[in-house]
């Protein structure tokens, strides 16, 4: 499959003010040098916990925030370089949903007004074929064309959920960027969108992006999985060598905390000591070694870059000094 988005060195460094003056004093490193791509019909997801850089990189490629560094190619174009009328033309090709999509929306536009204006602002569908694609979009989703005139509030969560799907699939998208999309809803509801959002991936060949804290709904929707950790990749994988044959200890620290299928091998619990450090002061050498229970001194001052070891397969790779010693049991905790 060809890259539908590739992000290379990707930065964004949000400026701290302080002092009389107000003058920048510090940088809070939210993305640090963040490489990766996504292939047309995939999923890929993010990982990581609040904090990690993972709903920034999503901004960051949609513009929202503008990177402060780093490269963005979209279906073979200079992303970055686009000015507003271009970015706001390409931005039917690249639609987000958030947590809650009516958090940003009037409570008193009823679901047609909502898909209308998604379609018009875009302008993507004549205007007098909008109201048969409100009732299409509607049934795909799951919702019954009687409910097009009614209001936010008058949804549940999982279907106000299925309403923004609605919205972003109005104006024929190729990129979806779902951050923390089922989050808030009850798991058998998550269930529900997941299965709805794949299905739409199938009959509208969509590309997503998934951002989410959560491995447990990560592990049924990707097919590919990146772990972040205070701005930095520390693992990519696909989803079957990620679960089965994870390398980077806070990778296997996540997984842990999960509950086992039947196709991961029998985990031992490692729990986390302490709190993510602070994105402003990030600590030197590997990220984690503040937390990692493997650290040694050469972890606190060599950053370690991503890389494959030999017995790793299918573009799995993962930064840490000590994953081959650590998978072959050479290397012990040493805390
Ligand atoms: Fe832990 Fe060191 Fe590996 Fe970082 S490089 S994950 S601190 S063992
Ligand atoms: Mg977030």
Redesign the pocket.
């Known amino acids: 499959a060809k890259e539908l988005l590739r992000v290379n060195n990707l930065e964004q460094h949000f400026p701290i003010k302080g002092g009389l003056l107000g003058r920048t004093v510090n940088h809070v490193k939210a993305v640090d040098g963040v490489t990766f791509d996504i292939y047309e019909g995939e999923t890929l997801s993010i990982v990581g916990e609040s904090g990690c850089g993972k709903s920034t990189t999503g901004r960051a490629i949609l513009r929202l925030d503008e990177p402060t560094g780093g490269e963005i190619e979209f279906d073979g174009e200079d992303l970055l370089s686009f000015n507003k009328k271009k970015m706001n033309k390409t931005r039917k090709h690249l639609q987000v949903i958030f947590q809650d999509p009516y958090a940003s929306i009037n409570p008193r536009q009823t679901v047609r007004q909502v898909l209308n204006e998604a379609m018009e602002i875009q302008n993507v569908v004549p205007k007098k074929e909008r109201n048969d694609r409100i009732i299409e979009l509607m049934e795909t989703v799951g919702l019954g064309p009687h409910q097009a005139d009614r209001l936010p509030h008058e949804f549940s969560g999982g279907q106000r959920q299925r309403i923004g799907i609605a919205r972003a699939l109005a104006v024929n998208p190729k990129l979806i960027i779902a951050d923390e999309a089922v989050s808030a809803l009850d798991v058998s509801i998550q269930a529900q969108v997941i299965n709805l959002l794949k299905k739409l991936q199938r009959e509208y060949k969509l590309t997503y992006l998934f951002i989410s804290h959560d491995l447990g709904v990560v592990r049924h929707i990707s097919d590919r999985v990146i772990v972040m950790y205070l701005g930095k990749i520390?693992e990519i994988a696909d989803k079957k060598s990620l679960f089965t044959n994870p390398q980077?200890?806070?990778t296997k620290a996540l997984l842990s905390a999960i509950p086992t299928t039947n196709m991961e091998k029998k985990k031992e619990r490692i729990i986390l000591t302490g709190d993510v450090p602070s994105p402003i002061d990030p600590p030197q050498g590997?990220r984690?070694?503040t937390r990692?229970p493997?650290?040694?001194d050469?972890?606190k001052t060599e950053t370690?870059e991503l890389r494959t070891a030999d017995y790793m397969q299918g573009g799995h790779q993962a930064?840490?000094?000590?994953?081959e010693e650590?998978q072959s049991g050479e290397h012990q905790p040493t805390k």
């Open positions: 520390v980077h200890p806070y590997c984690f070694h990692c493997f650290a040694t050469l972890c370690p930064a840490c000094h000590y994953m650590i």
